[in-house]
């Protein structure tokens, strides 16, 4: 069982400036009335120890701000970062549905964005736990080794990461590597031979989840006996134009380009969408285009979006469930790990495929060519 994060009180700078806690509480709420030397003494012990006087009176009455911090690290957030604005993004929707879960269990939900590793982050959240106001957090990483992670153990502080695996932590995670190899499977049994992938990474940063994903393609696609050409290997910036750059990249010419595409993100896709359109290319006879996170506009492009579903409510149930276990100290690390299933949604942006293929079955059908189309 983990040791609860320690909170500085009256008592532990009283201690260490060799006064009484009374002392400390005059100093705090009436420092006319205490000599110059001890309030400097008193000063000193504060800044040392890192005590924040205007709400740790609450830890002495042993209270609990009932509120969860959701913190995302360096490049990661909630908002697109072209506009720093609030969009429906993925990201966007964990800090809601975090808030819904954290809301049903009686507690509110702080969201903040904070640098990779810098001391000023840290020190920040130090000062959360300190001075009361949060409880515990969900840590919002790109990689399971970011350094940020064995620090708040080192501290004592309750968190758990979200999105990202590490074994040395709790984490709540989906499983991207099966769920990429899923999508190459369906393409196959689709008569698909030729398939790109189209990662994403935001200011040069690759996470943990993408590389999973893109292990399962490769191989989904050596299971298929199908080639990685590095040439239909790309990636994109989560944003929609993104998206509709690489397209007019990839399928600009019509002898040698993919017949399928799998993107990191369906905002990614959406604007593929919209660059296959304009290229005249038919979606899903000449191209399938495939996407990640299952968002709801997805059943309104034209064609549909065919999308690996992320399972955010369970995700977020499972997170808030293992954080409030570990601010108890109830729960051991195996116990507050959990990976789920993220399935396929299959919709119009794919071929459709007869219940009697199988991505497994022999032979393997010639592969598609692309269609040109007359010009208009």
Request: charge should be positive; aromatic fraction near 6%.
């Amino acid at each position: 069982m983990r040791k609860p994060a320690s909170r500085v009180t009256i008592r532990d700078v009283g201690k260490k400036a060799g006064v009484s806690f009374q002392t400390v509480s005059l100093v705090l709420n009436h420092p006319e009335r205490v000599a110059e030397e001890t309030r400097a003494r008193v000063k000193l012990a504060i800044d040392a120890l890192g005590f924040v006087p205007s709400i740790a009176a609450r830890s002495l009455r042993s209270l609990r701000a009932r509120t969860l911090a959701c913190i995302f690290f360096g490049p990661r957030a909630s908002y697109d970062n072209r506009t720093f604005r609030i969009q429906d993004t993925y990201l966007n929707n964990v800090v809601q549905m975090l808030t819904r879960v954290a809301d049903e269990a009686g507690y509110a939900l702080l969201q903040r964005n904070l640098p990779d590793a810098d001391a000023d982050a840290l020190a920040e959240i130090h000062d959360l736990f300190a001075a009361g106001r949060i409880d515990g957090m969900v840590a919002v990483v790109g990689k399971g080794s970011h350094p940020v992670l064995p620090e708040l153990e080192r501290q004592g502080f309750p968190f758990v990461v979200f999105g990202t695996t590490h074994p040395s932590y709790p984490f709540v995670a989906q499983a991207n590597e099966e769920a990429t190899a899923r999508i190459v499977d369906h393409l196959y049994a689709g008569g698909c031979r030729r398939i790109a992938f189209i990662a994403g990474a935001r200011d040069g940063h690759v996470h943990d989840d993408v590389d999973d994903r893109h292990r399962g393609y490769v191989r989904a696609m050596k299971k298929h006996r199908l080639t990685v050409d590095k040439r239909w290997l790309a990636a994109g910036d989560w944003s929609l134009a993104s998206g509709h750059r690489i397209v007019h990249e990839l399928c600009k010419n019509t002898s040698d380009r993919p017949d399928a595409l799998i993107f990191a993100s369906d905002r990614m896709a959406l604007g593929a969408l919209k660059g296959l359109y304009e290229l005249r290319i038919r979606v899903p006879d000449e191209v399938a285009v495939v996407g990640f996170d299952n968002m709801q506009y997805d059943d309104f492009s034209i064609p549909s979006l065919t999308s690996i579903h992320s399972p955010l409510h369970e995700m977020a149930d499972a997170t808030v469930k293992f954080l409030l276990a570990r601010i108890e100290g109830k729960a051991r690390l195996a116990q507050c790990q959990q990976v789920f299933e993220a399935p396929l949604v299959v919709r119009d942006s794919t071929p459709p495929v007869s219940t009697d293929d199988s991505p497994s079955a022999p032979p393997a059908p010639p592969a598609r060519r692309p269609k040109r189309r007359a010009a208009a």
